[in-house]
Structures are given as C-alpha cells and as structure tokens.
C-alpha cells in the first residue's frame, strides 16, 4: 500500500503550511508589566539602554593590580577594597593592589585581578605565589549585551531566563500581543462531565479538560463551552455563541464519517472547511476552517475540529493545532529539533500516513535509544502519559524493526 491508496488526505507538512498561510496574527498590542510577561509575545524588538554588565568587574574573589607590577618577589600594598555595590573610589598606582569581591567593579589603574588563593595575604600587603595572566579574571562591560545591542526580536515568547535578561536590562514594561480567546467544547451524546455518574455506554469527558489545561500552558484566554449532546441544531447553536465570544474554536469528536459525524456538515453552513483528513497516525480526521461571525459579516474566526479519540485529540492538538495558534497569538518559533535514535522496539506500521507514536527515549551506558510505550490504540492515552517523545516514522515507510534509526522528537512544555 502506499498513500496514493489513501486519496484526500493532506501530508502533515502540508497541512501546517496551508494553516499558516491562511491564519493573519493578531495586531492588537498592549504594554504590560514584566511581572506579568510569563509567555507573552513581545510585539516590537528590544534594544538594550545599557550595557551589561555596566562597569568591568571581578569574577573571583582576590586583589585588583596591575599585570605589569607583577612579581613573585616584591609585595603589593593593600590601599583599599572594592565590594559589589560599594566600589573602591581612588586609583591602583604601581606597587598597589585593592582587595576585591566578586561582582565589585574593578577600581581605575587595575587591568587584572589575581584570585585570593594564589596569594599570600599578610596585613597591609600581599605576595604572589601564582600569577594571573594579564587581564584574567574580569567580566568586561557589555560581555554579556552591548548597550544598543538587539535583545529580543519581536515574536519572542518570553520565558523564565527572558524575563531575568530583561530584568537586567531594567526593562519593567513590554508590549505584547494581546491574548487570543479560545472556546473548547465535546461533542458526543455519550459523554458526561466528571461530576455525573456514568450509566451504560457513557464515559467520562477526558477531552475538554485535556485541552483547557493543554491551553493554559500556551497562555491563552480559555472559554469552556462543555458538553454538546450529538444533535445539529445544538451543535451548530453551540459554534455560533462559540465563535461570537471566541477567536478560535476547538471541538473534540464527530469529525469521521460516522452517522453522528455533524461537524463537517455543520462547518460548511456556518463557514469554511479548508481541510478535513491529514495523513498522520493517529489523527487521520482533523478538520480545519473559518466560522462567520453573525453580527460582523466581514469577521471570522477559526474552527479545529479534533478526532475524538483521546490520543488523536492530544496528539492532533500538539501536531496541528498548537502551531496554528502560537503562529496566529504573534508567535514567531522554530519547528521542534528531531533526533535520529535506535529503536529498541519493534514497531507496527502501514505506509501512508506519518505515525506520532509515543515512546521514551532512554539513555544507556551513555548512549540514547527509544523504545514504545505499548498499545498505539487511539483510545489508549497511558501511551501518551508515560512517553517523554514521539517517535516520527514517515510517511512512506512501513513496520520498524528494533535495531533501525527513528527519528524522536521530544515532549516539549506546550504537552508535559
Ligand atoms: P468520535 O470522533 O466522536 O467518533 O469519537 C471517537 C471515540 O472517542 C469514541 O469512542 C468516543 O466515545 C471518544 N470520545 C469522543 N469525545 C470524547 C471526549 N470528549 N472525551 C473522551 N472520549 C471521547
Ligand atoms: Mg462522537
């Protein structure tokens, strides 16, 4: 078999290029404190007012001299200290030295500063036993950023570092892009809320809460919409309040072809499907459009329509959907960087789809392999939760036998 057996369905490459060219990132901005900058979306590059650090300074606790007036035999005088925060305020002459911390800026005259445990200190001199090279053990003024110096392009999603270099750049406000809405709902006529006992044939809800927590790690604005029962109207009833509140709409469920399957139909009323089948494992039915905002005839927000398959829905939202909204909240990032492994497992796959099957990379006697995390069943989500990656067999290949390479591509903070 290969993927012309499977027409209609879109490469997964694929389908994330069409995403992206047909989602414009949002525009509107505001200025927020760095306090509340956690994974934001810088909306204009950062230069930096300073350099950092400000002033050269010690790296190493000892004595700020002059190479030059280096020598194992004659001591230096000790004129004063120079600690962080409070420096040394005259010059180091020739013969002298300044005691000095580490993070105290370096006093004038000094190039060098030799640490304390290569010295011998007695009280008002020091001799040294080993001598530092010239200009050792000084971080220079804007090592670190050159005042001017372009900090962070905009796009950046700002992290925990980010926000210490910015804070050393003393940088207390940024813009940002503001913050898209997203509304996620089930569909199913079997599925109740955790609150509820289960009668015969329902199941719990796992989808809706997966992906309210899945987006409150992207740092999105969440609106719940719950439980819609398999019934047109309510369906359709439920994507219209949904899109009117929401920039984004997230369904889980009725996107086959099954007879409760209302979702595409329902999408092609209300907007536009732009796509509906992917080539990946799991996953395979995965719609993409735009609904009509009613009350703006020119308004539209997008609608992802998820497998209701548990692991599809995860792995569908983290394959698909997650780069189609970090790409339309004004995120600009890089495709996550893949490894080329052993796997220890075996591995069960038909040519046609590319598979996202869940392993864990391991390492050994220092070396890395992958094996599986068992079932690849759809509805088998301890595959997920006990995988730290997935293992990408391509779309063209067929079953892996343990020994072969794979390529892995690690569970990033947006999954785990
Ligand atoms: P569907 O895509 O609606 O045909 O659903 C496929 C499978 O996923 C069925 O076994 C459903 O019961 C299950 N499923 C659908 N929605 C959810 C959900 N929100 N939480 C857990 N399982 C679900
Ligand atoms: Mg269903």
Redesign the pocket.
């Known amino acids: 078999m290969d993927c012309c057996s499977q027409p209609g369905l879109l490469p997964v490459d694929q389908a994330i290029r069409q995403m992206r060219d047909a989602i414009t990132p949002v525009s509107t901005t505001e200025k927020i404190s760095l306090a509340n900058a956690l994974d934001r979306i810088l909306s204009e590059p950062i230069y930096s007012a300073l350099n950092v650090p400000g002033n050269n300074n010690s790296a190493m606790d000892g004595y700020a001299l002059r190479h030059q007036d280096i020598s194992t035999e004659t001591p230096l005088t000790i004129i004063g200290q120079s600690l962080a925060g409070h420096p040394f305020k005259g010059r180091v002459n020739q013969g002298e030295c300044v005691r000095i911390m580490t993070g105290a800026v370096i006093p004038e005259g000094a190039d060098t500063v030799v640490m304390q445990e290569n010295v011998r200190a007695h009280n008002e001199f020091i001799q040294i036993h080993k001598p530092p090279k010239p200009g050792e053990n000084i971080r220079y003024a804007g090592e670190d950023i050159a005042i001017d110096s372009l900090v962070f392009q905009q796009g950046k999603r700002i992290s925990p570092v980010d926000i210490g270099m910015l804070s050393s750049l003393g940088i207390a406000e940024v813009c940002v892009f503001k913050r898209i809405k997203v509304a996620v709902l089930?569909?199913?006529d079997?599925?109740k809320p955790l609150t509820e006992k289960l009668q015969a044939g329902d199941?719990?809800?796992?989808?809706?809460p997966t992906l309210i927590a899945l987006l409150s790690r992207l740092n999105v604005e969440v609106i719940d919409l719950g439980?819609i029962a398999d019934n047109p109207e309510k369906i359709a009833a439920a994507f219209t309040t949904a899109i009117e509140q929401a920039d984004v709409v997230i369904s889980?469920?009725?996107?086959?072809v099954?007879d409760?399957?209302y979702t595409k139909d329902i999408l092609e009323t209300l907007g536009k499907i732009n796509f509906w089948k992917v080539a990946m494992k799991p996953g395979k039915?995965f719609a993409f459009g735009a609904l009509q905002k009613q009350n703006a005839t020119s308004a539209k927000g997008w609608f992802f329509g998820l497998?209701?398959?548990?692991v599809s829905?995860v792995v569908t939202y983290h394959q698909l959907v997650l780069p189609a909204l970090r790409h339309l909240a004004g995120e600009i990032f890089d495709a996550a960087p893949a490894i080329n492994v052993c796997t220890q497992s075996n591995l069960k796959k038909q040519p046609g789809r590319t598979d996202y099957q869940r392993g864990q990379l391991r390492l050994e006697n220092g070396e890395s392999h992958v094996i599986t995390t068992g079932s690849q069943s759809s509805?088998v989500l301890s595959s997920v939760v006990q995988a730290n990656c997935y293992i990408v067999v391509e779309q063209e290949r067929g079953a892996v036998t343990a020994g072969e390479k794979v390529n892995v591509v690690l569970f990033d903070k947006f999954l785990t």
């Open positions: 089930s569909t199913g079997e599925l199941i719990y809800d796992s989808n809706r439980c889980s469920g009725g996107v086959s099954g409760a399957d039915p497998p209701g398959n548990p829905a509805g």
